[in-house]
């Protein structure tokens, strides 16, 4: 006759087993990986527009990079906010490309669904800041991302 506890144990290894096999793609770790996301600006000026970029996701940590000249990567921090549901924040600096000076910093916040193995879409808000810290503009965006897989 099988136990209550031989029970319990089969089904920790059963877990154990569902979950290395899921890896990265399910629960918290579902967003790690490199993504490459397209941005559409649901604002008018002033705002960057639509935009394609390349973000990864690793540990806690968050970089973007989109490579036009003058705009450096976005640093910043993700969480889990339970399940495929995540929360970034990222900060941008944007410099003249002909003088190095700084013209604004770009605070990016997005909520972020991971709707299959290979694809996120997401809700931005970002407000645009002067050097001195004076908010410029607030403006929104969706995303789509799109996991990069080792081929």
Aim: net charge negative; aromatic share 8%.
């Amino acid at each position: 006759m099988i136990t209550r506890s031989q029970l319990l144990f089969a089904a920790l290894i059963v877990t154990s087993l569902v979950q290395a096999a899921y890896g990265q793609s399910s629960g918290c770790r579902a967003l790690e990986g490199a993504w490459h996301v397209t941005i559409t600006d649901s604002d008018p000026a002033p705002s960057p527009g639509d935009f394609v970029t390349m973000i990864t996701f690793t540990g806690e940590t968050t970089i973007e990079h989109d490579g036009r000249p003058g705009w450096g990567p976005a640093i910043g921090a993700y969480s889990c906010d339970g399940g495929r549901t995540f929360k970034a924040t990222w900060l941008k600096h944007i410099w003249d490309p002909a003088t190095g000076n700084l013209l604004v910093i770009v605070k990016i916040r997005a909520t972020i669904k991971v709707v299959s193995d290979n694809e996120y879409t997401s809700e931005d808000t970002f407000d645009i800041y002067a050097p001195n810290g004076t908010l410029i503009s607030n403006n929104k965006a969706t995303a789509v991302g799109k996991r990069i897989v080792a081929e």
